[in-house]
């Protein structure tokens, strides 16, 4: 089993960065592609950013593209997600999840093709 625990989630106001991080155990990361996740009060959960098991290929939801970045540490076992320029529309739970590499090209973007995911960390964005 692979286990992920996001970290570094907090309240913070517009226009301020955070990092998140996604610390994964039990199995490497090196043979799965991440995606971070986000879920707001009464909604769906949403994706944000996903990389490639080499880390050769990011993807980025739009309301996010240019304001966050996505990264990997296959040697640390852990993913990150920068993020700047926070609006209060960031505000949400943030989760990290892992799919089986072959199946990322399909489902890189789609929370049901994930086969592992953590608990979440809260964000909230303050006007």
């Known amino acids: 089993q692979l286990r992920l625990v996001e970290s570094g989630g907090g309240l913070i106001q517009a226009g301020d960065s955070l990092r998140l991080s996604c610390a994964a155990s039990?199995?490497?990361?090196?043979?799965?592609?991440m995606g971070w996740f986000r879920q707001a009060p009464g909604k769906e959960r949403d994706f944000v950013a996903a990389i490639s098991y080499t880390g050769g290929h990011t993807a980025y939801a739009d309301s996010v593209k240019g304001r966050f970045t996505i990264s990997r540490d296959n040697a640390e076992n852990t993913v990150y997600l920068a993020m700047t320029r926070l609006k209060p529309e960031d505000t949400a739970s943030y989760y990290c999840?892992?799919?089986?590499?072959?199946?990322?090209?399909?489902?890189?973007?789609?929370?049901?093709?994930?086969?592992?995911w953590g608990q979440g960390t809260q964000v909230t964005v303050s006007a």
């Open positions: 039990g199995r490497a990361i090196k043979d799965y592609g």
């Open positions: 999840a892992a799919i089986f590499a072959p199946n990322y090209s399909t489902g890189y973007n789609r929370p049901p093709a994930y086969n592992y």
